[in-house]
C-alpha cells in the first residue's frame, strides 16, 4: 500500500523560502552543536566560542561584551547557515544533480563551504587568526559534510519534490 501523506499545496516562494528556512535551521543548529561539542573537549566554553564567531565582524574586543556578543555570534552562526542553504537551494535550481544525488552532492557541498570559510571568510574578517591545524582542518571538513553539507541537501530534496 503507497503511503499516502496529506499535503497541501505551496505556492512556490514560500515553499522555496520554507526550504530555505528549514535547511539553514537544522545546519546551523547541527553546526554549532559539533562545535560545542569538540570544541568543548578541547576546554572552549560555549560563551566563548559564540563570541569568536562574533569576531568576525568585532575583532579582539568580541571577548569584552559578554552575553551580548554571544548572542551576535549565535546570529552570525544562523545568518551564514541560511545563506549557506539559500545557495544550495539556488544552484539546485538550475542543477537537477544536486537534488538527485543529495547525499554525494551534500558531503561535496560541505567540505565546500568550509574551504570557503576557512579561506575565503575569515582571513578576510575581523576574526583572530589561528594556526593551521591538519586536525581541526579534518574534524572541521567532517562536520561540513554532515552537519551542515548533508542536511541541506537532503532538506533541499524533501522540499523539492
Given at each position: ?17 520554507a526550504?530555505?528556512?528549514?535547511a ?21 566554553k ?32 544562523f ?14 535550481r ?15 557541498y560541505?567540505a565546500?563551504?568550509y ?5 575565503i ?9 589561528y ?7 579534518f ?8 552537519c551542515?553539507?548533508l ?11
Amino acid at each position: 500500500m503507497p503511503n499516502k501523506r496529506l499535503q497541501f499545496p505551496m505556492p512556490s516562494k514560500i515553499r522555496s523560502l520554507a526550504t530555505i528556512l528549514w535547511a539553514g535551521l537544522i545546519a546551523g543548529g547541527l553546526d554549532i552543536t559539533a562545535a560545542f561539542a569538540v570544541y568543548g573537549f578541547f576546554g572552549l566554553k560555549p560563551m566563548r566560542l559564540l563570541q569568536g564567531i562574533a569576531g568576525g565582524l568585532l575583532g579582539p574586543r568580541t571577548f569584552e561584551g559578554g552575553l551580548a556578543t554571544a548572542f551576535l555570534g549565535l546570529l552570525c552562526q544562523f545568518l551564514i547557515a541560511f545563506s549557506v542553504a539559500a545557495v544550495y537551494f539556488a544552484m539546485s535550481r538550475g542543477l537537477p544533480f544536486l537534488v538527485e544525488h543529495a547525499v554525494i552532492s551534500g558531503f561535496v557541498y560541505g567540505a565546500a563551504v568550509y574551504f570557503f570559510m576557512n579561506r575565503i571568510v575569515v582571513p578576510l574578517s575581523a576574526a583572530t587568526k589561528y594556526p593551521f591545524s591538519f586536525k581541526m582542518m579534518f574534524i572541521g571538513v567532517v562536520i561540513h559534510m554532515f552537519c551542515v553539507g548533508l542536511p541541506i541537501s537532503l532538506m533541499v530534496r524533501r522540499f523539492s519534490r
